[in-house]
């Protein structure tokens, strides 16, 4: 079997020793009510796995070097083994709960970002909108500038003329020019102007002077509608400055939480790491109990009949070849082999090396796998619970062959083992040590 392996400092087939086992708590940050409760049972049980896990590994110290890849299914489940099988599914369910809860962080991550994409771009929509509103606001400023201006020289223009008009209504007054005199000018501009001011001394003096307040009145208009412009402009630059303020603190809020998620994300990924190591460091202590629970049941290779046969399984002999009376039939019958008594799934190994000819279900016999030996020699082994060997495989003495069980015709757990030559039947016991 293949283990992924995290990061870790050991190699497959090396010692474990207490340096090789950290077992550190990832610090968790506070979360999201919904999600805190399933978020704390995690934690309670990876520390309690982690508690399972160091004194199972510790323990396994005992035996020595640990070892790997042992074949599944080789040995009945114990207790130990089974408690070991159970914890470490559950890191395997605190892996999967974790990577979960990471998925949904990280969709929750990837929203956040899209929000603060579409902040950017408000934020950038609403500048571009205060530039606008700055360019008007010179625009505005500039053409007040202009009419200002023009007003201050229209009001120059209109006061000198004023002026002018007073002295001329004086010397007009006191006799200085008589209307006769202006025919005598060798200026004609002079004289036309003259007639025009002695026209508003003598009648139309006030229709010019309201002409030239009405004009000065329509350039105040424009200055002030100038200001107004500018006054406008200015506002609307104040409310997108506060609008934009207001993005600005909306992002900086965002930003923190997506400085909060990917810290949750980070937590998540450590947690996700520590429960595969768990599940790594749980498969190497079941493969530990597995061996040795091999090593205690493994077959005395040196008790073998003068054939070179061993025995295939540990138990009593419950039943011997020849005739006797069917468990299941209460019929007297020819029983072609010899029975051993077992234990569910304690392991069968080959007699002898050879070849499976044969291996799986077959009417009475259930699950049987049949080895073919040199001489030729076939030897049977009937009512299995587990195959572990297929057609054609060359087995060793001694190697596990299946599990014990009681399949077929069979009133219980027990192995019924049968040997051939020439395909006659033969009493095992001539074969098998005594």
Partial sequence: MVYHLPPMVMEPTGTLSAETIPFTTVPLRPIPTSVASSRRLLVWRAHRLRAVVLV????????????????????????????????????????????EALGLVEAAD??????????????????????????????????????WVQAEEISVEVTDLRQRIRELAVDVYIGRIRPGNLLESDDLTAGVRRAAILDAVTGDRGDLVDRMRALESDLEDVARSADDAII???????????????????????????????????????????FERQE???????????????????????????QGFIMPMEGRLTSWFGPRMHPIFGTMRQHNGVDIGCVRGQPIWAAKAGKV???????????VVLIEHEGPVITLYAHQEDLLVSTGYQIDKGEVLGRCGSTGWSTGPHLHFEVRTGGEPKDPMIVLPG
């Fill in 56 to 99: 199972g590994l510790m323990a396994s110290l005992l035996t020595g070097t640990l070892l790997v890849a042992v074949p599944a299914g080789a040995v009945k489940d114990t207790d130990s083994i089974r408690d070991a099988r159970d914890r470490r599914e559950s890191a395997k369910g605190l892996a999967a709960e974790a990577a």
């Fill in 357 to 367: 000819i044969f291996a799986g279900m077959k009417s009475g016999y259930g699950n």
């Fill in 110 to 147: 990837e929203q956040v970002s899209d929000a603060l994409h579409a902040l950017d771009d408000a934020v950038a929509l609403q500048e571009a909108k205060i530039l606008a509103a700055r360019q008007a606001i010179e625009a505005a400023e500039a053409e007040a500038t202009l009419r």
């Fill in 280 to 306: 790594y460091l749980m498969a190497i202590l079941i493969d530990n109990l597995i061996a040795e629970e091999l090593r205690k049941s493994a077959p005395d290779l040196t008790k073998e009949s003068g």
């Fill in 232 to 274: 406008d402009a200015q506002a609307r630059q104040r409310e997108l400055e506060s609008s934009i303020l207001v993005l600005d603190r909306r992002i900086a809020a965002k930003e923190n939480v997506k400085g909060e998620l990917q810290s949750r994300i980070t937590d998540y990924e450590a947690e996700i790491r520590s």
